[in-house]
């Protein structure tokens, strides 16, 4: 794949400790997109120091249609979405520009790797996400706290990876984490539990998830063997259960009030 087709695009605010790591690994490209939802710290300074980056801004409503907006600001067949805490590794751009692009495919997912203070883990949460994806075939969808990527046509899987190596500090994970779990309570009251997976049920019945998730982490994913930053990484999944599960309460306790 010409690397000439595909442009990164990427979500920014308050980014300041992260993007320059980021756009450290994008250099081959001629033009980066830049949705900055109104940044107050340095995340405009580092930008301005990549003559390649074009920076649009815009008020943050959803990530769907961040992404979406940001979709548009596209010049070129492809696009390579990340978070400003992405970072590619070397191996993972050596197999795109060797991709044969085949018309059949639309898209490619890459799979994670969640660093701590800097360290890759063994093993996370994350799953593979479409991140190389034709402009013309693709739409973002509003998922609860998140988005979900809709490609139309096949997709394939990339073998090399991508690190989520985010160095904002924690008081910024606590406030993200709470706003998310407003939006994801709010998801899983409104929406049937015929139509939840599985581990959404089980999150909607607040107690047992938080520890089925500290288990999961550390023993099943690994974690344990991490020393130290597998279990800050497991209780940071527990404690984000935890809040999620506070928020379940509180919505069904505000919902029964109004009903009485």
Not at 11 to 23: G, S, V
Not at 39 to 61: A, C, G, K, N, W
Not at 184 to 203: F, H, M, N, V
Not at 214 to 242: N, P, S, T
């Amino acid at each position: 794949m010409q690397l000439e087709a595909i442009t990164p695009l990427i979500l920014t605010y308050n980014e300041a400790p992260n993007i320059d790591r980021t756009l450290q690994q994008l250099t081959w490209a001629s033009r980066i997109v830049v949705i900055d939802s109104y940044s107050t710290d340095e995340t405009l300074e580092i930008l301005s120091r990549y003559p390649q980056v074009e920076v649009f801004q815009r008020h943050f409503d959803t990530h769907a249609s961040q992404w979406n907006y940001g979709i548009a600001q596209v010049n070129t067949e492809w696009v390579l979405s990340l978070d400003a805490d992405y970072f590619i590794t070397d191996n993972l751009l050596n197999e795109i520009k060797l991709l044969s692009s085949p018309q059949s495919i639309d898209g490619y997912f890459a799979n994670f790797k969640y660093c701590i203070f800097g360290k890759p883990l063994r093993g996370t949460l994350l799953p593979p996400r479409q991140v190389l994806f034709r402009k013309e075939r693709a739409i973002y969808i509003d998922d609860g706290h998140t988005q979900l990527l809709q490609v139309k046509g096949n997709s394939s899987y990339l073998k090399g990876c991508i690190y989520h190596d985010d160095r904002k500090p924690l008081s910024r994970w606590l406030w993200s984490q709470d706003r998310y779990m407003v939006i994801e309570a709010k998801k899983l009251l409104e929406t049937p539990d015929s139509q939840l997976s599985l581990g959404d049920r089980i999150r909607k019945q607040k107690v047992i998830a938080p520890f089925i998730i500290l288990v999961y982490c550390l023993i099943i994913k690994g974690g344990i063997l991490d020393g130290w930053r597998g279990w800050y990484y497991a209780f940071q999944r527990m404690f984000a259960e935890l809040l999620l599960s506070l928020r379940l309460i509180e919505e069904e306790w505000k919902t029964k009030a109004r009903q009485s």
